[in-house]
Every structure is written in structure tokens, then in C-alpha cells.
């Protein structure tokens, strides 16, 4: 799951993952953060999610980073937003009022990028990565968060032996051996999306659980 890899699927518009509406968990759950208005969320792998801007238009100033420059121009393109592009040799900046997209591999991110983040939104993050580069991205993004920062994610889990990724099988045992030290856990909602999922069906798959998690620094 290296770079080259996304970088293709976006040259050849392979983003099944990709939803053309906020995504309704966020909308159901963004509560359960509980942030104040003006505070800064973090989106790892953002690709052009419509969830940026659904959370700008919630009040949060916020940060992404996605490792394809087609996703970031086309999300700024296709909402027609103005943008000022920053160069920079390791990550470069598109700002957008209060969105700012980092374009660049999340493994280079600096630690003073997410220094004031209140909360990270996952979807589709941790699941698009092999195990042993989860065990890295989950190692990097503690490292880089501030404590009190709280996080909303949403997994995917099936049968692994059926299907290869990406998106990979993610448990909630896994969650919790990655997450577990320094969070408390809550399984907020756990629902067999499969029938919504005829691609997925198509692969073989019997049943496939998208879940939701809140983590709350311990
Ligand atoms: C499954 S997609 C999810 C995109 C977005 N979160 C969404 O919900 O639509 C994963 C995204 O991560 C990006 N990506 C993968 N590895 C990355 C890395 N190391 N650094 C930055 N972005 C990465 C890919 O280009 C892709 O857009």
C-alpha cells in the first residue's frame, strides 16, 4: 500500500471508497466529540471527502492530508473554492479559508502540524493500510497528538481470508490493542452494511461491519 499505488487509483478514478454525500456517521456522531465551535480536527488520508467541508460548515478549522494531488485539486475544483497553493519540499499546502490540505505522505507529517488538533476524524484511514503499516500510522498519529484530543473512527471488518484489501478487515480486538493504552474505547454503532454493498457481495464476502468507535484520551 505504498504511495504509487494511491496515487494510481486516483489517475485512473478507482475511488469506490469515495462517497458523493457527507458521510451520515459523521453527522450522527460529530456530537458525541464534543467540541467547541473554532476548534481544529484532523483528517488523516482525506482523499476529496465531502466531510471537509461538512465539518468547516460545523465551525471546525480543518487540517487533511492526503498523499494524491489530483483528490486535493479536484476537491477544491469541484466545490469551486478558492485556493492558495503554498509550496514546501516535503508537504505541500492548499488553504482554503478554514481548510487546510496538506499534500504529501502522512508518515513525513511534523509534529507542529497537529499541535492544537481537538479531534481526529478516521474514515477509511486505518482501514486502507496493510497491519504492519496500521501498527506505524497508529505509533505516528499518538506521537503526534496532543493528550486530550478525542477521535471518531470507523472500521471495516470481514473476513480477511475472503477478500484482500484495500479496505483491510480491521477488529475490535485490534482497535483495542492499537488504541488501548491511551484511550478508553466506545463501540458506538455496529451495522452489517453488506446488503448496501453489492460490490463487496460480488467478492464474497457474507458479511461486512462497518463500526464506529469514539476514543477519549484515558
Ligand atoms: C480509502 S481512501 C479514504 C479517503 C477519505 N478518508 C474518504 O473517506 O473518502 C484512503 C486515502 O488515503 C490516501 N493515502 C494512502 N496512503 C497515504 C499516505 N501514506 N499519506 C497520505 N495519504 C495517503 C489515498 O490516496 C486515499 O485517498
Known amino acids: 500500500m505504498e504511495i504509487d499505488f494511491w496515487k494510481q487509483r486516483w489517475q485512473e478514478n478507482q475511488i469506490g471508497f469515495h462517497l458523493d454525500e457527507v458521510n451520515p456517521l459523521l453527522v450522527k456522531y460529530h456530537s458525541a466529540l464534543n467540541l467547541p465551535r473554532g476548534s481544529h480536527v484532523f483528517v488523516p488520508m482525506c482523499g476529496k471527502s465531502l466531510d471537509l467541508l461538512w465539518l468547516q460548515r460545523a465551525g471546525h478549522y480543518v487540517t487533511g492530508i492526503e498523499c494524491s494531488e489530483l483528490a486535493i485539486q479536484s476537491f477544491f475544483t469541484?466545490?469551486?473554492?478558492?485556493?492558495?497553493?503554498?509550496?514546501?519540499?516535503?508537504?505541500?499546502?492548499?488553504?482554503?479559508?478554514?481548510?487546510?490540505?496538506?499534500?504529501?505522505?502522512?508518515?513525513?507529517?511534523?509534529?507542529?502540524?497537529?499541535?492544537?488538533?481537538?479531534?481526529?476524524?478516521?474514515?477509511?484511514?486505518?482501514?486502507?493500510?496493510?497491519?504492519?503499516?496500521?501498527?506505524?500510522?497508529?505509533?505516528?498519529?499518538?506521537?503526534?497528538?496532543?493528550?486530550?484530543?478525542?477521535?471518531?473512527?470507523?472500521?471495516?471488518?470481514?473476513?480477511?481470508?475472503?477478500?484482500s484489501g484495500p479496505p483491510f478487515s480491521v477488529s475490535e480486538t485490534e482497535v483495542r490493542d492499537l488504541y488501548g493504552k491511551c484511550y478508553e474505547i466506545r463501540l458506538l454503532q455496529?451495522?452489517?452494511?453488506?446488503?448496501?454493498?453489492?460490490?463487496?457481495?460480488?467478492?464474497?464476502?457474507?458479511?461486512?461491519?462497518?463500526?464506529?468507535?469514539?476514543?477519549?484520551?484515558k
Do not use: C, W
Request: charge should be negative; proline fraction near 8%.
Open 78 to 163: 469541484e466545490h469551486k473554492l478558492p485556493v492558495k497553493h503554498l509550496p514546501d519540499p516535503v508537504l505541500h499546502s492548499y488553504r482554503s479559508d478554514e481548510i487546510h490540505l496538506l499534500h504529501g505522505d502522512f508518515f513525513d507529517l511534523p509534529s507542529s502540524m497537529l499541535a492544537d488538533v481537538a479531534a481526529v476524524y478516521d474514515r477509511a484511514a486505518l482501514i486502507a493500510l496493510p497491519e504492519a503499516m496500521r501498527k506505524r500510522y497508529v505509533a505516528k498519529l499518538i506521537e503526534l497528538l496532543p493528550q486530550d484530543a478525542v477521535m471518531l473512527l470507523i472500521t471495516l471488518t470481514y473476513n480477511q481470508s475472503t477478500m
Open 190 to 217: 455496529q451495522t452489517n452494511i453488506l446488503p448496501e454493498q453489492p460490490r463487496f457481495a460480488q467478492r464474497g464476502l457474507e458479511s461486512l461491519l462497518e463500526t464506529v468507535y469514539l476514543l477519549q484520551p
